[in-house]
Every structure is written in structure tokens, then in C-alpha cells.
């Protein structure tokens, strides 16, 4: 058996050599984990930011969306109120058409206007 070698020397450096590979590889794995919860620390704030700018922004929108309801609710009832005023002005206007010039329609023999 001149051919076979002794197994402990093999077995030993390669022990060695791949311990030393596998806590390099530990410590790479380590510190990419590390970078990693930085990375999704720095991701998560900036996620909280955005979403308190939304939260703020969509209530600033509803407030000025119920403001704007209602001054477009006012406007209706000013609208509303002014619409009738004219309303009875104009079929006061028309009386006093109706009384000045009936009577010339009764002297002229038609019938009576309003």
C-alpha cells in the first residue's frame, strides 16, 4: 500500500482551510445582515414619513372639502333667498303694471292684463 497516504494530515488542513472559509464566510453573512437591518431601518422611517405626509395631506384635503361643501351649501341658501326676492319683487312690479294699465284697457274695451 505505498499508495495510500495517512488520512489525518488531509483530514486536518482541510479542516482548517474550510473552517477559516466558513468564518470568513460567517463574518461576511454577519456584517451583510447588519447592512441589511440599516438598510430596512433607514426604509421602514422613510415608510412612516411618507405615510404621515399622506395622513395629513388626505385629512387637509377632507377639511377643505367639508369647508368648501359648505360654502357651496351657503351659496345655495343666499341663491335661494335672493331667487325669491326677485320672485316677489317681480310679481309686485307686475301688479303695478297691471293696476296703471288695466284701467287704460278698460277705457280702450280690452280685457285686463296680469
Known amino acids: 500500500d505505498k499508495g495510500v497516504r495517512p488520512l489525518g494530515s488531509n483530514v486536518t488542513r482541510f479542516s482548517e482551510d474550510t473552517g477559516l472559509e466558513i468564518g470568513k464566510l460567517m463574518d461576511k453573512v454577519v456584517a451583510l445582515d447588519a ?8 426604509q421602514n422611517s422613510r ?5 404621515q405626509r399622506h395622513e ?3 385629512n387637509s384635503t377632507l377639511d377643505r372639502l367639508k369647508e368648501l361643501r359648505k360654502g357651496i351649501v351657503e ?12 320672485d316677489d319683487e317681480d310679481k309686485e312690479r307686475e301688479k303695478e303694471v ?3 294699465i288695466n284701467p287704460l284697457y278698460k ?3 280690452i280685457g285686463e292684463v296680469g
Open 75 to 86: 351659496n345655495r341658501v343666499r341663491l335661494s333667498r335672493a331667487e325669491k326676492i326677485l
Open 107 to 109: 277705457k280702450a274695451g
Open 35 to 42: 447592512k441589511h437591518r440599516k438598510v430596512v431601518k433607514g
Open 56 to 58: 395629513a395631506l388626505y
Open 47 to 51: 415608510i412612516r414619513v411618507l405615510e
Open 98 to 100: 297691471a293696476s296703471a
